[in-house]
């Protein structure tokens, strides 16, 4: 075991040793396990964690607030219109008084080159652990759910497992870079070889993705950049396709969503899906766009563990809370 957790921010995962998150996992695997049989587990009796978001969550709030309450404690909500944020109060400010308030302060601020800003803002004034519910940049919380997920379908020796990491078209929203961000400098570290797939011109942040082939050369695995769905699909072990914002490819909302709609052909579908190994697995950190995205055929599919993938965002989320909010 490397530095204690206790007290640390969470931010990205690149900020923590292989064997702290192993600890992580290690954790969240133990309180899977208790949820299940029904075993009280009150890691953080009477803990506050403060939850402010800038953008809209299902998994994410839920996955906090319920398994704060698991462990004792317990979550408030909150927006910045309801607090002074609204009228300008500072970073500063909010982290010291909510500092003294509680335990904990977890934020989701996705607005591109705007939310990682603020959410280290925070933490450089806090004195309680910050948790990164996403921001434009990273999404660890996701990641550590995602890796969870594979280990539990292939084992946790992932090493040689291909992961696909591809871009896919969608018309909701424009969808932050933060989680294939964080998934392609996450599992290199786990020995997984990495095919970063999209449309030319959807670049993920250059200094990203210099650093996950810096982490893919460390550890003796493949990153690859691919513009070709199908290509990339050969022989995968886990899919991973999901749409991002093109914010590389044009300067409004118009612009990107107009070359988005270039590139409606790059869908999750069955006969990509059996491009893959027999035993690939399809994974989305959803909200999925239905039929846009992936069809229905995929995401209701032998293939998908989706569902899996998003319950284990509880499991994960509880691990950390209980490791940097608790422990010793």
């Not at 953008?55 to 979550?75: C, F, K, P, V, Y």
């Not at 990164?132 to 969870?148: C, E, G, R, S």
């Not at 797939?197 to 993705?209: C, K, Q, R, T």
């Not at 992936?294 to 509880?318: C, F, M, Q």
Request: aromatic share 8%; glycine share 6%.
């Amino acid at each position: 075991m490397g530095a204690r957790l206790k007290g640390r921010h969470f931010i990205t995962t690149a900020e923590f040793e292989r064997d702290e998150l192993e600890m992580m996992l290690e954790v969240s695997y133990e309180l899977k396990r208790k949820f299940a049989l029904g075993e009280p587990h009150r890691l953080l009796p009477d803990k506050t964690i403060f939850m402010l978001f800038f953008d809209e969550s299902t998994r994410t709030r839920n996955s906090i607030e319920a398994g704060i309450t698991q462990l004792g404690g317990h979550a408030h909500f909150l927006t910045p219109d309801k607090m002074q944020i609204a009228h300008g109060e500072s970073p500063k400010d909010t982290a010291i008084i909510l500092s003294r308030f509680g335990h904990g302060i977890a934020i989701r601020h996705c607005q591109f080159g705007v939310g990682n800003k603020y959410i280290r803002s925070i933490a450089e004034h806090a004195t309680v652990p910050v948790i990164n519910m996403q921001d434009d940049v990273y999404h660890p919380l996701q990641v550590m759910a995602d890796m969870m997920t594979i280990q539990e379908k292939f084992g946790k020796d992932t090493r040689g497992l291909k992961v696909v990491v591809s871009w896919a078209y969608a018309e909701s929203h424009l969808k932050p870079l933060s989680v294939p961000q964080s998934q392609i400098l996450l599992f290199p570290r786990f020995g997984m070889d990495v095919t970063l797939a999209y449309p030319e011109g959807f670049d993920l942040m250059p200094e990203i993705v210099e650093q996950a082939k810096k982490y893919a050369e460390h550890h003796n695995v493949k990153f690859e950049i691919v513009h070709d769905m199908d290509e990339a699909f050969k022989d995968a072990d886990v899919i991973i396709a999901k749409n991002w914002g093109g914010f590389y490819v044009g300067e409004t909302e118009e612009e990107i969503r107009a070359k988005q709609a270039q590139h409606k052909d790059w869908i999750c579908n069955r006969k990509r899906m059996e491009l893959a190994k027999k035993h690939a697995i399809y994974m989305h950190a959803l909200p999925a766009d239905r039929n846009k995205e992936v069809t229905d055929e995929v995401i209701d599919g032998p293939w998908s563990v989706v569902y899996d993938e998003a319950e284990n965002r509880l499991h994960t989320a509880k691990a950390i809370m209980a490791l940097l909010m608790g422990g010793i």
